[in-house]
């Protein structure tokens, strides 16, 4: 079955995807990593309603759904292009855009319908503020009210909380006696030497990434002990502790527990809360607000314990993420295939 389902896949991206101004084509295993708004197929899984999409009230909606560039992403934009599928829409996949500002642009302009943001990034990247908010749920809201001018409508959070967190080795842990990030603090002033650290690029640049934290513990990493590199080679080489004794992890990802990371305890707060919900276009939502009742009962049921089950099937699994997203709502009955 699932060797079916991502050779149909891959069979209509190659028969569909159209690329623009010399981005390339990459196919790369069973999935296919997008290369911008210019590309994209229609989901073909013969799904139907199961809990959701009773009615089929998204019947004759064409609808765009959208993610970024990583394991979790993806996942959850194929579980809301499946959703909206099962309800009765046709859905064009364009997931796996690069980059958290395309995504968001492409919702934003109505280039595409909708994906799973998280409230953090919409926060401090988006928004423009320096502070998180610390109670989760207010987050929401005042993201929710303040991004109403950009023409975005974000439907309730999951409780899943992919928030950024520094993490070690246990062996490193133990001997640089790390448990908090107040411990990184110390290490850079006692041991600079040791106080090295792998990122990716992006969070190496963020407000709400290491400057920002930096300036929030009041400590510097001597830009030489600072490696940027893809997130799977991080969680890699932090597990080897020997390029860097710390790297930046999600929360989610299920590596940290497949590699029996340690992860440190943000003690004062820097990091603010990043919970998914559907960011939605509001013209398409006003035209379509029953997508509200389709993605609210699956966004109820994502925990961050679920989302690192589900995202360990793919980083440590070799799982094609759309069949672990599509196992996943039949499993929970959502939606039912056939």
């Known amino acids: 079955m699932r060797r079916t389902r ?5 069979r209509t991206r190659l028969a569909t995807t159209a690329v623009a101004g010399g981005c390339a084509l990459l196919l790369a ?8 708004l210019t590309s994209g197929s229609p989901l073909v899984d013969d799904v139907r309603p199961g809990s959701v999409g009773q009615g089929r009230p998204l019947e004759g909606a064409r609808l765009t759904v959208t993610s970024k560039q990583f394991t979790e992403q993806i996942i959850l934009g194929q579980m809301m292009g ?3 599928k099962a309800a009765g829409a046709e859905v064009l996949d364009r997931t796996n855009i690069q980059g958290s500002i395309g995504a968001r642009e492409a919702v934003k302009s109505g280039a595409a319908d909708g994906m799973y943001e998280y409230t953090g990034t919409a926060w401090i990247t988006y928004l423009g503020h320096t502070a998180p908010i610390v109670d989760p749920y207010r987050q929401w809201v005042t993201v929710r009210d303040e991004d109403r001018k950009n ?12 928030t950024y967190a520094l993490a070690a080795n246990p062996a490193n842990a133990k001997k640089y006696r790390l448990r ?6 110390r290490l850079t002033k006692t041991d600079p030497g040791a106080a090295t650290l792998c990122v990716e690029s992006e969070f190496a640049v963020r407000d709400d990434g290491l400057p920002g934290l930096q300036k929030k513990y009041g400590f510097t990493i001597p830009p030489g002990n600072i490696k940027k590199m893809d997130s799977g080679i991080v969680y890699t080489q932090v597990s080897k502790g020997a390029a860097c004794t710390l790297g930046e992890v999600f929360t989610t990802d299920g590596r940290i527990p497949e590699l029996d990371l340690t992860v440190l305890e943000d003690n004062k707060h820097f990091f603010p809360n990043y919970n998914a919900a559907p960011e939605i276009n509001t013209d398409a939502f006003r035209k379509h607000p029953e997508i509200a009742d389709v993605l609210d009962p699956i966004s109820k049921r994502l925990t961050t314990r679920v989302a690192q089950q589900l995202n360990a099937k793919v980083d440590v699994g070799g799982e094609d993420p759309h069949d672990v997203a599509l196992d996943w709502l039949v499993q929970e009955g959502f939606i039912k295939e056939g």
Not at 6 to 10: A, D, E, K, N, Q
Not at 151 to 162: E, F, H, K, Q, S
């Open 6 to 10: 991502t050779t149909r896949r891959v």
């Open 180 to 185: 908090t990030l107040s411990d990184v603090a």
């Open 29 to 36: 295993a069973a999935t296919l990593s997008g290369c911008g």
């Open 82 to 84: 499946l959703a909206f």
């Open 151 to 162: 023409g975005i409508t974000w439907l309730p959070p999951a409780p899943l909380d992919n």
